[in-house]
């Protein structure tokens, strides 16, 4: 039995891709009321890795349950 890892089995190691940022922002875009479980399910991450890219990367947070740029707080 082999214990390096095999390239193309399992889970990518980064999630905090340019592609996934993207994924995200559209679908906070179309619908502000999403939830992150909704998010990751549809993405196939962590919902911890969603929050990551929404708060860090994308500069949003929740308000009266809507998505929303910290910017416009």
Partial sequence: MRTEDVE?????KEVVTD???KKIHKMILNDRKL???EIAGTIVI???????II???LGM??????WV???LI
């Fill in 8 to 12: 193309g089995i399992g889970r990518p």
């Fill in 19 to 21: 592609e996934n940022m």
């Fill in 35 to 37: 939830k992150l479980n």
């Fill in 46 to 52: 962590s919902t911890e890795h969603v929050y990551h």
């Fill in 55 to 57: 708060h860090e990367y």
């Fill in 61 to 66: 947070r929740k308000l009266c349950a809507k």
């Fill in 69 to 71: 740029s910290r910017e």
